[in-house]
């Protein structure tokens, strides 16, 4: 067989790898696009506004207590949690949900429902000063953050948000470097005893 025809059977056969690789790679992107789309989707969480919900030593004595004297630098990635949210879900008082910032394109942030439509809330302002109430409307839900306060991006900042850009609802915590995993459930006894004018007790219970 000459070189020229055992050049084109190489180029057809390593052709046929190719396209098959190809396939298989775009199948398994196409078939990932699909479940974190509308199965579950698993989120790195941030900073120390969930916290003690989540990442639940971020900036604390803790997280710098065993520094090493000669690498002082430390990844902020092994303090962060691994959230799986569902896509399916029914959206209740205390649920962690994962959700589209409303001012800020591209961008998510994870929080907990603290009022649903037609929940009366007392929005909370600097030093915890009380503002005058909001009547969440029926498509409108209130969005806080576990640490409290105003110094972190909630509804207290920016208002309701829309039920539609709730994107998830947390069930699962994981964090693969302290190899921790749990389950993450709304607190249920608080909730279901929860009428509207004991939301501000609701919203105090998560906080410490």
């Known amino acids: 067989m000459s070189y020229t025809l055992r050049f084109k059977h190489w180029i057809l056969r390593t052709g046929k790898e190719f396209a098959v690789t190809g396939s298989i790679i775009g199948g398994s992107f196409v078939g990932f696009l699909a479940f974190d789309t509308n199965v579950a989707a698993i989120r790195k969480v941030e900073g120390p506004s969930m916290s003690p919900t989540l990442n ?10 065993d520094r090493d004297p000669l690498n002082p630098i430390r990844d902020p990635d092994i303090y962060n949690d691994l959230v799986w949210f569902s896509r399916k879900f029914e959206l209740q008082r205390g649920d962690v949900v994962y959700v589209a910032d409303p001012k800020r394109q591209n961008t998510s942030l994870v929080k907990r429902v603290i009022g649903l439509p037609g929940d009366t809330i007392v929005p909370l302002g600097f030093n915890q000063e009380k503002k005058n109430p ?43 470097f302290k190899f921790r995993f749990r389950t993450l459930e709304s607190n249920k006894s608080t909730k279901n005893e929860l009428s509207k004018s004991e939301i501000n007790k609701f919203r105090s219970f998560h906080r410490p």
Do not use: C, M
């Not at 030593?57 to 710098?64: A, N």
């Not at 209130?142 to 920016?158: L, P, T, V």
């Open 56 to 65: 639940e030593h971020e900036y604390t004595d803790e997280k710098f207590a």
């Open 134 to 176: 909001v009547i969440l409307s029926k498509n409108q839900v209130w969005i806080e953050s576990d640490s409290g306060g105003f110094k972190y991006r909630d509804s207290n900042q920016f208002g309701p948000v829309h039920i539609k850009t709730i994107q998830g609802k947390g069930s699962y915590v994981l964090n693969i």
